[in-house]
């Protein structure tokens, strides 16, 4: 991953390995992890994690029901949301491209598909983050840790019925990214509890809120703009969460195991990336993605994009001391990235 101009740039060979990962087939149903880890049981009942046992007190005072405090009667006129959040073109930039001949017509109805693309991975994102937490529940050794993450499993299945009822009104969807997917496979089978932590609370879960963060702001739309309010609450604990609970759980290890930590950082942040590019969505408007996937990922809209999401990854990593042990070395990725600015931001404090 280099810096190019601004924002985040995809270099060509990263690009074919995304544009090389076989997809999803469109009729799978079911799909299994197969992990190895123990499950385990305490019977040291004190709550000595105050931040946790903070944590888990407002979830459980900011409980809300997808069928009473969402109000599914308001209309989701599609292509006006679309127009309104798509905003101008430009059109010139696609001179010579595949796009070249395409109107305003082409471009909403791309518009459409690619909102609906990305609701459904939002639904698998939730889905994994219902798994992740679930987990969470299973290994974390501590008491206080238990009782917050079976807060947040409800949580995340509220947020995927609340997606999922949402991709019903805009009229259906993709199947999950298949980057992300083996993303998640490797979260799920790491036997190491502090891994699904890493990967799933403060990598995947702060590149979401981001991301959500910033559909909320763009949106003129009421009905999403009002899912996605509640969504954020929820999602702001989750990151604090993990944050809380890894600078505790990391304090103590060797320089060796930071490495390991600090790798898989870098590489679930930028392998994460890759569930932004949306390979069925040119292929229905009859596009080879390889033709048009290399032009359009490198746009200063998707850089930007890209290298916004990283406002609360980058702070939270260097809060859990690894943007600097191992000599920087995961401040160097930053670097390169170009994200590294994003460091000092506020992190989730209010949430804690």
């Known amino acids: 991953m280099e810096e190019k101009q601004n924002g985040i740039y995809f270099p060509l060979d990263k690009i074919n390995l995304l544009l090389d990962t076989p997809k999803t087939d469109p009729k799978e149903i079911y799909y299994s992890i197969e992990n190895n880890y123990d499950t385990i049981f305490t019977w040291d009942y004190s709550k000595d994690r105050t931040k946790i046992i903070k944590l888990y007190e407002k979830a459980k005072r900011s409980q809300w029901n997808p069928s009473d405090d969402i109000n599914w009667n308001l209309g989701v006129d ?70 917050y993450a079976s807060t947040q499993v409800i ?13 019903e009104k805009i009229g259906g969807g993709y199947p999950v990214n ?47 703009k009002d899912m996605l309010k509640l969504i954020i609450r929820d999602e702001s604990r989750h990151v604090a969460f993990g944050v809380v609970s890894l600078m505790e759980a ?43 996937i290399p032009l359009v990922i490198n746009s200063g809209k998707n850089r930007f994009l890209r290298q916004a999401l990283f406002t609360k990854v980058v ?3 260097k809060k859990l001391g690894l943007l600097d042990r191992n000599d920087g070395w995961l401040r160097k990725r930053f670097e390169e990235m170009g994200v590294i600015q994003f460091e000092d931001m506020e992190l989730t404090d209010e949430e804690i």
């Open 178 to 224: 298949s980057n992300f997917k083996n993303y998640v496979n490797n979260i799920i089978s790491d036997s190491r509890w502090d891994i699904v932590y890493l990967g799933g609370q403060v990598i995947a879960e702060g590149l979401t809120l981001a991301s959500f963060s910033h559909m909320h702001a763009m949106t003129n739309e009421e009905l999403l």
């Open 315 to 317: 702070p939270n990593c």
């Open 78 to 147: 599609v292509e006006k949301s679309v127009l309104g959040d798509q905003g101008p073109i430009n059109t010139d930039k696609f001179i010579g491209t595949p796009l070249e001949k395409w109107k305003q017509k082409e471009w909403l109805e791309y518009g459409i598909e690619t909102k609906k693309y990305t609701v459904s991975q939002f639904c698998a994102g939730e889905q994994s983050a219902l798994m992740y937490a679930s987990k969470i529940v299973e290994t974390i050794p501590w008491y206080e840790a238990k009782l």
């Open 155 to 167: 949580d995340e299945a509220r947020h995927l019925d609340a997606f999922t009822r949402y991709l």
């Open 250 to 292: 990391y304090k103590d290890l060797s320089d060796l195991e930071i490495k390991e930590r600090q790798e898989f950082a870098y590489e679930a942040s930028v392998g994460l990336l890759g569930r932004f590019v949306q390979i069925e969505v040119w292929e229905k408007m009859g596009v080879n993605p390889k033709n048009i």
